[in-house]
């Protein structure tokens, strides 16, 4: 059966391939986030890191026209094209959630706020949150690749995505309390910056998860 689908679909595969691509860019911002929440006090630096996931929106915008255009020269089922479309846009969100990110960051350390340990306590906090949200974008990468390969470890992967989403929402709660406790000190402006870049990263993970989901759904349909 397996087989019989990678030869229908092969000349599809280069959509995948694309899809792929997208998601290093993603998995590239992921980083440099992360390398933004823990660095202390080099404005250049977190500024040229902004700027470089801003690079890395535009170059993923780009990879998102050729998908869309791949996939309307492709031999993909007109039914499948509602799913299609669901899906590419589910990924451009993953890396422009890590945009507003990058730039938030930035805005918020330019105002200052980082001038509060407690502040940068909490970026170390959203920092390992965005570490395990970025493993969700790898496995993501690993389940399109493997899609009309091998259904069972697609399945395995989609799940493993599953539970890296429930463990960011277990973070992400944890931050939200302690952003919330009246022992830290937070003054409204920093409570906020804090509180959407929380939001912010569970959104993305959250959008790894209906990924997954919506690619399952695809590859079942080409399955039956």
Same mark, same amino acid.
Request: contains cysteine.
């Given at each position: 059966?397996?087989?019989?689908?990678?030869?229908?679909?092969?000349?599809?595969?280069?959509?995948?391939?694309?899809?792929?691509?997208?998601?290093?860019?993603?998995?590239?911002?992921?980083?440099?986030?992360?390398?933004?929440?823990?660095?202390?006090?080099?404005?250049?630096?977190? +500024?040229?890191?902004?700027? =470089? %996931? #801003?690079? &890395? @929106?535009?170059?993923? /915008? !780009? $990879?998102?026209?050729?998908?869309?255009?791949?996939?309307?020269?492709?031999?993909?089922?007109?039914?499948?094209?509602?799913?299609?479309?669901?899906?590419?846009?589910?990924?451009?969100?993953?890396?422009?959630?890590?945009?507003?990110?990058?730039?938030?960051?930035?805005?918020?350390?330019?105002?200052?706020?980082?001038?509060?340990?407690?502040?940068?306590?909490?970026?170390?906090?959203?920092?390992?949150?965005?570490?395990?949200?970025?493993?969700?974008?790898?496995?993501?990468?690993?389940?399109?690749?493997?899609?009309?390969?091998?259904?069972?470890?697609? +399945?395995?992967?989609?799940? =493993? %995505? #599953?539970? &890296? @989403?429930?463990?960011? /929402? !277990? $973070?992400?709660?944890?931050?939200?309390?302690?952003?919330?406790?009246?022992?830290?000190?937070?003054?409204?402006?920093?409570?906020?910056?804090?509180?959407?870049?929380?939001?912010?990263?569970?959104?993305?993970?959250?959008?790894?998860?209906?990924?997954?989901?919506?690619?399952?759904?695809?590859?079942?349909?080409?399955?039956?």
């Amino acid at each position: 059966m397996m087989f019989f689908i990678r030869k229908r679909y092969g000349k599809n595969r280069n959509v995948f391939e694309l899809i792929s691509k997208h998601l290093e860019l993603s998995e590239k911002a992921a980083e440099k986030v992360m390398n933004e929440f823990v660095i202390k006090h080099e404005r250049h630096s977190i +500024e040229s890191i902004a700027t =470089e %996931v #801003d690079i &890395l @929106e535009k170059h993923g /915008d !780009e $990879l998102i026209a050729e998908i869309v255009k791949t996939i309307s020269q492709s031999a993909i089922p007109i039914t499948m094209y509602g799913d299609f479309s669901i899906f590419t846009d589910i990924i451009d969100d993953i890396l422009d959630e890590l945009y507003f990110i990058a730039q938030e960051v930035n805005r918020g350390r330019k105002a200052g706020l980082d001038t509060n340990p407690i502040v940068l306590e909490i970026y170390s906090d959203l920092a390992s949150m965005t570490s395990v949200a970025k493993m969700a974008i790898t496995k993501l990468k690993e389940l399109v690749i493997i899609s009309l390969k091998d259904i069972k470890k697609a +399945e395995n992967l989609s799940h =493993e %995505v #599953d539970m &890296l @989403e429930d463990r960011v /929402d !277990e $973070l992400r709660n944890t931050v939200i309390d302690k952003i919330y406790s009246p022992r830290k000190k937070l003054d409204p402006l920093a409570l906020y910056h804090l509180i959407e870049l929380a939001k912010a990263i569970d959104r993305f993970v959250d959008a790894c998860k209906d990924a997954s989901h919506v690619l399952m759904s695809i590859v079942t349909a080409v399955i039956r």
